[in-house]
């Protein structure tokens, strides 16, 4: 649930009793390890594709790089709808996360259609390279609403507004 403050016009995305589901879940350190591993194979990826692309070399190294993100994915997305259910009380779709998880969805058809067209042999290598840039693309699209959304709610997160850096709660150890 969504809702905006008497005070201000920042956005609060979870209410307290969410925020403390959050707080307390393993799922949300399990996330927060994730998001930057999935950037990061997703980094080094797109230059093992650009390099493909550029000088007709590393193909292996390419496929293999998108076959390690595509996995990644999977684990961040099981990951996360286990998270989703913890916070919100539902796998996927919580409103607090729906067109995130509306455009995730997309992320992942494309990068399993990748899969296919790759285990497959569907595709020859350059328009296969064409597909993975278009997963690639929607996940930072992806990536960019879930980063929005999060600035958003700390921004609308009440320990924030009462000066309390970091979010830490009052009588929190430092």
Known sequence: MTRRTRNSAAFQLYTPEQRVRRDNSRWTLVQGILAPVQFAVFAVSLILILRYLWTGEGLWAA???????????YAI???????????????????????????????????TAYLIATLGGLLAPVPLMALALAAYAAYV???????WKLRQARLGDPRIQAGRPGGVPMGAAS
């Open 63 to 73: 496929d293999v790089s998108i076959i390690v993100k595509t996995m990644v994915l």
């Open 141 to 147: 699209i992806n990536a960019a609403q879930f980063v």
């Open 77 to 111: 997305m099981i990951t996360g709808a286990i998270w989703e259910k913890v916070v919100f009380g539902r796998y996927l779709f919580a409103p607090a996360f729906f067109w995130e998880d509306v455009f995730s969805m997309a992320v992942l058809a494309l990068h």
